[in-house]
């Protein structure tokens, strides 16, 4: 395939950017997104010009590294997967894309398609530690816990911190993130001694960060390579309201 692509060219955080457009011809329908900027990046060295910067690590939809807006959707076009799972497959000969990087105020950009999502590393450092002594695994009945509250943990739990969400949100609201970090220990027997002071830390480190407010229309969910629902959101509003009730009966509170 030969292909159009315009993408978001910008030296540093201070830089105003600007769409530049480069033609890549000769692309396989089997390589990944990743590989096709990989292709660009090799013949942009070899012409003495600077490569594009963009984040990336195990390509394969695990580390959450790979943080692209492809014609205007956080990851591109196939639901359900990441940037660097994406394969040139899902666009045709002749198309020209469109290559952003995540756009939001807590995610500033370093260089070119990279962010700084160290706002996502303050929430969880806010969420503190689980005090409940682990130890080695035990055995799989001696703490009984839910069908239900094990499928909505593992669901959670399944989130990689790519800021999809974030970059989808027309808010630029990260509490899909944060109802994932607080919603997969909350479940848990485990996680029940901070459960409420860890959400209110949480939520006051995502409002701090500078993300917008969740208005719950969903984009973050629909966005999200690992298909979080919406109703875990829900999950962490409720545990919240609960925790202020809780601090607001405190004396001196």
């Given amino acids: 395939m030969n292909l159009t692509l ?57 580390c959450g590294a790979c943080s692209l807006m492809i014609n205007g959707e956080a990851h591109g076009p196939q639901r359900g ?26 995610f500033p950009v370093v260089k070119d398609l990279v962010v700084n999502r160290n706002a996502f590393d303050k929430i969880i450092a806010a969420g503190g530690y689980v005090t409940a002594p682990t130890g080695s695994a035990p055995e799989a009945h001696s703490t009984p816990v839910a069908k239900e509250d ?18 989808a949100c027309p808010n630029g609201s990260g509490m899909l993130f944060t ?30 960060a500078g993300f917008g407010g969740c208005t719950n229309i969903g984009e973050c969910s629909s966005a999200c390579p690992k298909g979080i629902p919406l109703n875990t959101i829900g999950r962490l509003n409720r545990d919240y309201l609960k925790a202020t009730t809780k601090r607001a009966g405190t004396p001196g509170s």
């Fill in 6 to 62: 315009r993408i978001w060219r910008q030296t540093g955080p201070e830089d105003k950017g600007r769409m530049v457009t480069y033609p890549v011809p000769d692309v396989s329908p089997d390589m990944s997104f990743l590989e096709m900027l990989d292709v660009l990046n090799e013949r942009l060295i070899l012409d003495g010009e600077e490569p594009v910067a963009f984040d990336h690590d195990c390509r394969e939809g695990i």
């Fill in 81 to 106: 997967t990441t940037a660097c799972q994406l394969h040139m497959r899902q666009f045709s000969d002749g198309e020209t894309i469109d290559i952003e990087p995540w756009r939001a105020r807590a």
């Fill in 150 to 167: 094990a499928d909505a943990a593992f669901s959670a739990a399944a989130c990689i911190g790519c800021g999809a969400c974030v970059a």
């Fill in 179 to 208: 109802a994932a970090k607080v919603t997969q220990l909350s479940l848990l027997p485990q996680g029940q001694p901070e459960r409420y002071t860890r959400v209110i830390g949480m939520v006051d480190a995502h409002d701090e």
